[in-house]
């Protein structure tokens, strides 16, 4: 009962910083949404309750507590719309000498290159020079500084606590630029193979301001091509929940099966979700992992729920549910994790797939000089 509790006062709070909805943009800052790591993507993003490694910073900050022996690394690079997208992520998790805290430092950074700038395309008698094409590149990065600590036998429950502070710089050439600002904070609750664990994502609202840089010959062509001026502007991202449980199911002494759904609760009006309102939507996901001798492992989940019209002509087309599946395997030897997912950034009626490989090091040689971590849990 406390538990539940817990859980709804934590709701309650969201609901009330997310009451005024109106001031709030959607999708702002949503490269920090496609996720981390391979295990997690090949999961489907179910991730908030069974995180355990150096991507915890991103998916659920509590998740960090379990980075207990020495430090690790975990890196990731994925190609996305042919390759147009280049998106790029790198943690390391540093674990204290006690074992029960763990620090975090997480980088990201969504990036496309080559676009073409054609303001000076057409001169002024009307004609059109091509060697006038130059070309500038819109940057997305975040650094994401986390801290996570146990707190043991919390109503039987083994209890985790992680914070992450979110700084954002986001770039388009030199004529945009914003720096953003925000807070996440997560649980997780461990007791024997269930794990419960909730995550309330920009807790303080994500506030993001926008500067533009344009000359005075880049005003007045964009005056004459009938364009805005754009000016200062500021977004805020509207805060957001993630519930989740999860159950690792011990089938035999090396075989183990581990399920998880999540559920993303958010507040910033009506959303095309599986359950949708002006006042709440909720956006499911699923992920599964079948792990032989924690050494290998395959992975499926499916995320992303959404109507849509079905295929055939318009007279004939009805609503139908439409998904994102994905699939992932993962190899563990010594100190190396290698793992692969295949996604996609959209869903089943319009895929996009992708595959995406990441590693994981355990630093051990790195963590015996630093304050004499402990190793014998290194294969846990």
């Known amino acids: 009962m406390k538990l539940v509790k817990l859980y709804a006062s934590l709701l309650l709070t969201v609901l009330m910083l997310g009451s005024a909805s109106a001031q709030f943009v959607k999708y702002a800052n949503d490269f920090l949404n496609i996720g981390a790591g391979a295990r997690g993507l090949g999961m489907g993003g179910a991730q908030i309750a069974s995180v355990k490694d150096a991507t915890a910073g991103y998916w659920n900050p509590a998740g960090l507590t379990a980075v207990t022996d020495h430090p690790q690394i975990s890196l990731m690079h994925a190609a996305y719309f042919s390759g147009i997208g280049q998106y790029d992520f790198g943690a390391i998790a540093l674990p204290s000498r006690d074992g029960k805290k763990t620090f975090g430092i997480t980088l990201l950074r969504f990036g496309v290159d080559d676009i073409p700038n054609t303001l000076y395309l057409v001169q002024p008698d009307g004609s059109i020079n091509y060697n006038n094409i130059t070309t500038f590149s819109s940057s997305d990065l975040a650094v994401l500084l ?3 600590q146990t707190v043991k036998d ?4 083994d209890l985790s606590l992680g914070g992450t502070t979110k700084i954002i710089n986001r770039s388009v050439g030199t004529f945009a630029h914003a720096w953003g600002f925000g807070f996440d904070a997560g649980a997780q609750l461990t007791k024997g193979n269930l794990k419960l664990a909730a995550v309330i994502k920009d807790i303080t609202t994500t506030f993001t301001a926008w500067s533009f840089s344009f000359s005075d010959q880049e005003k007045e062509i964009l005056y004459l091509t009938n364009n805005d001026i754009p000016t200062k502007s500021n977004e805020m991202t509207a805060p957001s929940v993630v519930v989740a449980g999860g159950y690792n199911f011990r089938l035999n002494d090396k075989l183990r099966l581990l399920a998880e759904a999540n559920l993303h609760l958010t507040f910033d009006g009506r959303s095309n979700t ?7 939507n909720i956006d499911p996901n699923v992920g ?10 395959l992975r499926t989940g499916i995320s992303n729920f959404q109507r849509a019209l079905s295929d055939g002509d318009l007279t004939n087309k009805k609503k139908v549910w439409i998904y994102q599946p994905s699939l992932g395997a993962g190899f563990k030897t010594g100190i190396f994790t290698i793992d692969y997912a295949f996604t996609s950034l959209a869903n089943q009626s319009n895929p996009l797939y992708t595959n995406i490989f990441s590693l994981k090091i355990d630093l051990v040689k790195l963590g015996s000089s630093f304050g004499g971590y402990r190793r014998n849990r290194l294969f846990n």
């Open 146 to 148: 986390s801290y996570a």
């Open 154 to 157: 919390f109503h039987g429950f």
């Open 274 to 280: 599986l359950v949708s309102s002006n006042a709440l």
């Open 288 to 297: 599964v992992e079948l792990g032989y001798n924690n050494s290998l492992f």
